[in-house]
Structure formats: C-alpha cells, structure tokens
C-alpha cells in the first residue's frame, strides 16, 4: 500500500510541476502554436485555399484544419516533454528523482503527462481560433479524443526518447527539425493521397505520421485516405514500442545523467 501511496504522490509531484511551469510561461507554452496555426489558416486556407477547388466534399480549408491541429500539438508534446526532461538532467534535478522510490514506469508517466496536458491546452485552443475561419464539424468524437490523446501521448514519448539521447542542447533540435518535420508536411496535411501519382501514394504508407493525421481527420470530417483501424492500429503500436524502449532505457541507466 505503501508503494502505491508513494508513486501516487511522486506522479502527482511532477504533474503539478509541470502545470504551474506550462502556465507560468504561457507566452512561451501556448502562444506560439497559436500564432502559427493561426498564419497557416490565413495563409493556406484563406489565401491559397480560395483558390483551390474541395477536396473530399469539403473546402480546402475544412480539409486541411485538422492537420494544422495536429502538428500544433504533436509539436507542443514533443517540446514540452523534450526541454523539461533535458533541463531537469542538466540542473541534476532528476538525479533526486532516480534516487527516490520511484518507479521508472511513475518518471516517464510524469513527465510525459506534462507533455499531454500542454499538447491537449493548444489543441483545445487552436479548435477555438479554427471556429473564426470555419464551422466546427466533428463526425465521431471518439475518434478526436483517440488520436488527440493518443498523438499527444506518442510525440510526449518520442520527446522524453529524444532527451535521454541528448548529450548537449542542440541535440533536442536534431529529430525535430530533420524526422518530425519532414513526416508532417508529407504526412498529408495539406493533400489527398488521391491525389498523388501511385509512387508517392506507396511511399506515403511508408509514413506513420499520414495514418495519424487521416485518423484526426476522420474524427472532424468523417473521411480518411487509409481504414480507420489501420490508423488506431499503427498508433497504439508506436505508443507500445515507445514506451517499451524507455523503461528499457530506464533500466539500462544510459542517458539519464549529462
């Protein structure tokens, strides 16, 4: 009982950290994701969007929202979790956590829900700044809450990854700006894969990222490039390796000390 009491109030600890720190500093937390998601919005869908046919049935602007919600919150999880895992090896604030009775299973939990709940503040804002450009339509609510929790909870993972490997600050940047990035613009954001000669439309399968974000938007708009359980099949599996592959290097000790 004991145990449990003791992981409860460590998880509890660590969340409430990482809550007063997202809030603390919101113009550096929630602001940015906003701004841009908001120039996407008015740059692709205002501007090159009225000059685009639909897409699905839907506007280009409709067809394209969910997407533009998506990478803002894979990207607040994923700095989130990135930054507060590194700074808290480089202060060696973490080294009191390793210490404690804490189980390594309670450490990621902690630290990735920091990441989940800012991932799920930008989406929830970015939903709202959508509303000025287009009516709000959600075709299975349980499918947002699926792979909004479930993405946010993936790319939270992948950060924690990124900053155990990390041995110096420009190395957070590194997945980032050359994996992440690159997966989310071909990932289908802004197209059909319809609409993409046959090579490209296989290589596209290639891309976990693609099955996140037509899941996403099968959630809004009811309609998805690839089978719905395909995309809840690929994403519980990312979420099952990722955390497989920490508590392995939890274990291992490797990359919890600068």
């Known amino acids: 009982m004991n145990f449990f009491r003791t992981q409860y109030v460590a998880y ?8 007063i720190r997202i809030v603390r500093i919101w113009a ?3 602001l940015p994701p906003l701004i841009t998601t908001g120039l996407y919005f008015l740059i692709f869908g205002k501007l090159i969007g009225s000059q ?31 930054f507060s895992f590194y700074f ?4 060696r604030s973490l080294e009191e956590v390793l210490v404690a009775p804490v189980h390594p299973f309670t450490i990621v939990l902690g630290f990735v829900s920091g990441g989940v709940m800012r991932a799920l503040l930008v989406t929830l804002l970015s ?17 947002v809450l699926f ?28 997945f980032s700006t050359f994996i992440l990035t690159p ?5 289908g954001v802004f197209y059909s894969l319809a609409l993409l000669p046959e090579l490209w439309q296989k290589l596209s399968y290639l891309n976990p990222v693609m099955y996140l974000i037509n899941g996403f938007r099968y959630g809004f708009l009811g309609v998805s490039d690839v ?9 519980s599996g990312l979420i099952i390796v990722a955390v497989l592959w920490l508590l392995m290097l939890f274990k291992q000790g490797r990359g919890l000390k600068i």
Do not use: H
Request: charged fraction near 5%; charge should be positive; glycine fraction near 8%.
């Open 227 to 235: 089978s719905i359980w395909v995309c809840v099949s690929v994403l």
């Open 52 to 82: 685009v046919g639909g897409i699905a049935g839907f506007s280009y602007m409709q067809y394209i929202a969910p997407g533009l919600i998506l990478m803002s919150l894979a990207t607040a999880a994923f700095t989130n979790v990135v």
């Open 12 to 19: 509890v600890t660590m969340m409430r950290r990482e809550y």
């Open 147 to 174: 792979f909004s929790l479930g993405t946010a909870l993936l790319f939270s993972l992948g950060g924690m990854i990124n900053a155990i490997y990390a041995n110096k600050i420009d190395s957070l940047s590194i």
């Open 127 to 143: 939903i709202l700044m959508m509303l000025f450009f287009i009516p709000l339509s959600v075709a299975s609510v349980s499918a």
């Open 28 to 30: 550096q937390t929630l």
């Open 88 to 91: 808290s090896k480089f202060q």
């Open 183 to 187: 997966l989310t613009y071909f990932g």
